[in-house]
């Protein structure tokens, strides 16, 4: 067994459902004190809903490194005298198993059938992270004072409400001056084979609540009631068909959706007195979060509706255009599997969106995403140490050796 597939099925066998982390992130400060890095608990949250972040950074790099007693010592080196940081980022955390009984084995007990690695988290993203260590330890190992700065940003919030999380460490970060040059996010981005894609940006994502006024009343007599889902469809039409951006060469066009709409009492005879309805954007960096939601206003206006409007903005786009961090994975993904890889920024939404704020350079890659949530969760045997490879590859790249 290799030492990628051990530190996944350890990391698989902790139950790490959001927001618990169930022990993964003290077995990991383990493996990485042992290496030389200087480990730091940042956790936070309500007692009832406590999130453990872990901050790591190596305290060896560089030929003339001198021991630090402290994350802190690190923190103050001067930007002039440091070398580039690569940060490794991921989540502990593993979204709820779904019914038991339609797994092949218990979802917290690794188990293998037909070259198959079986266990919630072994696609999101457990594999990912044991790799990317055991990747450290092997270059560590060969390269033990390089000329690269390497640091670990984990969370257990990632799959839940992500207020607790990476977003919590970065400000932390940001206030103490630390900066950070390359991330790589092991999210799971490969799609057919290992590899053949990778994300170098993400689409934002903002949400809106609109309640429509109308005035309830008998159906019978209409002209005595305002029915606010007669009002809002010449709206809703209009809102469907708008063309919010045309997209630009990394992100498609902005899209406009209802996600649930609501009005009535459950009685066929009355006029409902309101309606709500819970629509989302995912927009490119074509749009800005202010221009959607004045656009929206504006037909809402037009239509002279009586409405009250409600917004979330989950996350910025971010992208990373080809540069020193894209060409460094892009060469070690070829080197290790013969092919190229694609740029994208389909998709959801990750961590990436908070790291981005502090970091000019941040990637997603990581196994195939194809079983991702489902019941029976899994990832090829034979693709850990390809993608711990690729890992290691891109250590040496930007560390130049």
């Known amino acids: 067994m290799s030492s990628t597939l051990r530190l996944a099925e350890e990391l698989i066998s902790k139950p790490s459902v959001t927001p618990l982390d169930a022990g993964c992130l003290e077995l990991l400060g383990e493996r990485l004190e042992a290496l030389g890095f200087v480990c730091e608990r940042i956790d936070s949250g309500p007692a009832d809903f406590r999130v453990s972040n872990l901050w790591a950074k190596f305290k060896g790099f560089g030929a003339a490194a001198q021991e630090t007693p402290a994350p802190a010592a690190i923190n103050s080196i001067a930007t002039a005298d440091r070398p580039k940081t690569l940060v490794f980022a991921g989540h502990t955390d593993v979204v ?12 917290f007990t690794p188990s293998h059938r037909d070259g198959l690695l079986y266990g919630r988290g072994a696609a999101d993203m457990k594999t990912s992270i044991a790799a990317m260590v055991v990747a450290c330890e092997e270059f560590l ?6 000329a690269l700065s390497i640091a670990f940003l984990l969370t257990s919030d990632e799959e839940g409400p992500a207020k607790d999380g990476t977003v919590v460490v970065c400000e932390a ?6 900066v950070l040059d390359y991330c790589i996010v092991g999210e799971p981005t490969s799609v057919n084979q290992l590899g ?13 609540k609109l309640t ?4 309830q009343g008998h159906i019978a007599y209409p002209h005595l009631a305002k029915n606010p889902m007669h009002l809002f469809a010449p709206a809703l039409a209009e809102l469907v068909a708008i063309q919010w951006d045309a997209g630009n060469e990394f992100f498609p066009a902005t899209s406009w959706q209802v996600s649930n709409m ?3 009492t459950g009685a066929s005879n009355i006029i409902p007195g309101e309606l709500v309805v819970d629509f989302n954007f995912r927009f490119c960096t074509e749009s800005t979060p202010e221009s959607l939601q004045q656009r ?3 037909v809402l206006d037009t239509h002279q509706l009586d409405y009250d409007l409600t917004w979330v903005i989950g996350g910025l786009p971010f992208l990373t255009t080809p540069g020193e961090l894209v060409k460094a994975i892009s060469g070690a993904i070829e080197a290790e ?6 740029l994208s920024t389909t998709g959801g939404t990750s961590d990436g969106r908070f790291i981005a704020k502090v970091c000019p350079q941040v990637i997603e890659f990581g196994p195939i995403n194809a079983s991702i949530h489902k019941i029976n969760e899994h990832v090829a045997v034979s693709s850990l140490d390809p993608l711990k490879n690729i890992y290691k590859g891109v250590l040496e790249r930007l560390a130049g050796v």
Do not use: C, F, Y
């Open 141 to 146: 190992a060969a390269h033990p004072r390089p």
């Open 173 to 178: 970060l940001k206030a103490r001056g630390e």
């Open 262 to 264: 609501h009005g009535g």
């Open 337 to 342: 599997t013969g092919r190229p890889t694609e």
């Open 196 to 208: 053949d894609m990778i994300k170098n940006g993400r689409r934002g994502t903002m949400s809106g």
């Open 296 to 298: 929206l206003r504006s």
């Open 96 to 107: 709820p198993t779904g019914p038991l009984a339609q797994w092949h084995a218990h979802p």
């Open 212 to 215: 429509v006024k109308g005035v």
